[in-house]
């Protein structure tokens, strides 16, 4: 099944809502379980929210492609905010360069199947996360 990519820009923290509701509706659309739009859409607000705190404004992208040989509900966030200079250590728990809890990207590659970040400093952000269409969906 191809769906259409929906852009939803996040600017303020409604944008955040919006963009969470459009992965659950697409995630319950392709069959995934409660639990897994839950991870999902919570996943979605992580990044979201990460958007708004750090870059000022960006935009959430979700589609269905393949990711690792298989059909998968992707997410992506890109900003061209100041970059995440430490990937790694972002990824790690707790780990916050603002005032938050740095549970945000750690958070999301564990709702998540798989996860990606090209990211450098001044050079923005581009933040790539799936997880697997369930069989016979």
Avoid at 57 to 80: F, H, K, M, N
Avoid at 105 to 134: F, N, Q, Y
């Amino acid at each position: 099944m191809a769906a259409e990519q929906v852009a939803i820009a996040v600017k303020v923290s409604e944008d955040i809502v919006t963009a969470r509701q459009a992965g659950h509706e697409l995630a319950a659309h392709l069959g995934f379980t409660l639990t897994d739009r839950t991870m999902i859409s919570t996943a979605i607000s992580e990044i979201a929210r990460n958007i708004t705190s750090y870059a000022g404004s960006g935009e959430i992208r979700l589609l269905v492609d393949i990711r690792d040989g298989r059909q998968s509900l992707v997410v992506q966030a890109e900003d061209q905010g100041p970059g995440i200079r430490d990937i790694p250590r972002a990824l790690e728990d707790g780990y916050s360069t603002g005032r938050g809890l740095g549970l945000g990207l750690p958070g999301a590659r564990r709702l998540m199947d798989g996860i990606t970040i090209d990211s450098a400093p001044g050079r923005g952000t581009l933040i790539e996360m799936w997880k697997w269409v369930p069989d016979g969906a």
